[in-house]
């Protein structure tokens, strides 16, 4: 580790009452909500990367609390009242975004989504019989009736092939990502938060009550440390139920006509699409290689990458030539079940994570749920 003058020490390196790890959604709503409950602390995001490195930036932009098979598939898999309690946390967060920023500072776009299904589809079947049900549970969250609708007549007007049913949901919309980072930065810079990139942390030492905080670089002293790295968890708390999971995304050259407008899903969330202006934007198709996804290496892949195309090319955009203009993906975090990580690892250190691809929605809650767990080990 190199040397610090005295002014280093006394001001980027003194002793914090926070260290957060990671800058990306959870981070910096969890330095906002630790700022609101204790005006007082003195908090330091680290950041490994110039910008947030795993999925925050890099995500499609959806504002989604999550689609008809998908809901299903979750009350099967983790029981109708964890489904429940992870949708109402997917939707108050998006109300406290834009309760926080304005629309235009985030260009959020409340364009309405869709699941669309194949004609002869199971999930289609499924989720015909149980729109009632759906749209009862998220009454009670929303106060929304008939968030759910069906809405099939379209896929002739959106000029897509090949899927024979379309859902509606009223609720949901799109953002710009990047610009929420932006904003969110701007806000817990403005309380006094300070943020540090190009630091990455190597480990940590719990001592007397304290906790020093391990860089490349140097070594920051901090009453409380607050990990908030997601999928790359693992490498600071080997135990943890943290699975990696890449998530790919192209996008598309401006489209003349292009005809659909909105957010849309298919087959249970694995492929997910929408509008950026004239472009199209499509992620997913993980399932196709779900063991090969399973990585926290960044690059995208020729097999997933055509995997997309060829979906464009079969749904989307049957009749029409495109071309790619950008690539990329970006990490998730994924574990045995599909609820936030949000717990005391000690009486020092804390951590806010698994977001199961849902970290815009979810950051917002999972962040001041976390902020509330640390006052309790407060004085």
């Known amino acids: 580790m190199q040397e610090l003058s005295i002014w280093e020490k006394e001001s980027f390196y003194a002793a914090q009452d926070v260290v957060i790890v990671g800058s990306g959604f959870t981070g910096l709503w969890s330095a906002l909500h630790l700022k609101l409950l204790h005006p007082h602390y003195k908090i330091t995001i680290l950041e490994r990367g110039l910008i947030p490195t795993g999925a925050s930036t890099r995500n499609a932009g959806f504002s989604c609390f999550g689609s008809p098979s998908e809901l299903i598939a979750d009350a099967k898999e983790m029981g109708e009242d964890n489904m429940w309690q992870l949708v109402s946390m997917r939707y108050n967060g998006l109300m406290e975004i834009r309760r926080f920023f304005k629309d235009e500072e985030i260009d959020y776009d409340p364009c309405g989504g869709y699941e669309c299904y194949t004609t002869n589809s199971e999930n289609w079947k499924e989720c015909g019989n149980k729109l009632g049900w759906l749209n009862d549970g998220l009454k009670v969250i929303t106060g929304r009736e008939n968030v759910f609708s069906i809405a099939s007549e379209k896929l002739t007007e959106f000029g897509f092939t090949g899927f024979g049913h379309m859902i509606s949901n009223k609720l949901e919309g799109a953002l710009h990502p990047g610009k929420l980072v932006q904003a969110l930065l701007k806000k817990v810079q403005g309380l006094g938060v300070q943020v540090l990139t190009g630091a990455q942390v190597l480990g940590y030492k719990e001592q007397q009550h304290r906790v020093e905080i391990i860089t490349h670089q140097v070594a920051i002293s901090s009453r409380f440390l607050l990990l908030c790295t997601n999928a790359f968890t693992s490498d600071l708390v080997p135990s943890i139920d943290i699975i990696p999971n890449r998530g790919q995304v192209l996008v598309t050259a401006p489209i003349k006509e292009l005809r659909f407008k909105g957010t849309f899903h298919f087959d249970r969330g694995y492929y ?108």
């Not at 990490?331 to 936030?340: F, H, R």
């Not at 804390?350 to 080990?377: D, E, N, T, Y």
């Open 272 to 379: 997910y699409f929408r509008n950026l202006g004239d472009r199209l934007l499509i992620g997913g198709a993980r399932n196709m290689g779900l063991i090969e996804e399973n990585t926290q290496l960044m690059e995208t892949t020729p097999f997933i990458q055509a995997e997309l195309e060829k979906f464009i090319k079969h749904y989307l955009l049957p009749t029409t030539d495109f071309s790619i203009t950008d690539r990329w993906s970006g990490i998730m975090a994924m574990g045995k079940e599909k609820l936030p990580i949000v717990k005391a690892v000690s009486e020092n250190v804390f951590c806010c994570v698994r977001m199961s691809g849902m970290g815009v929605a979810l950051a917002p809650i999972v962040a001041k749920k976390v902020a509330r767990l640390m006052s309790q080990f407060s004085d």
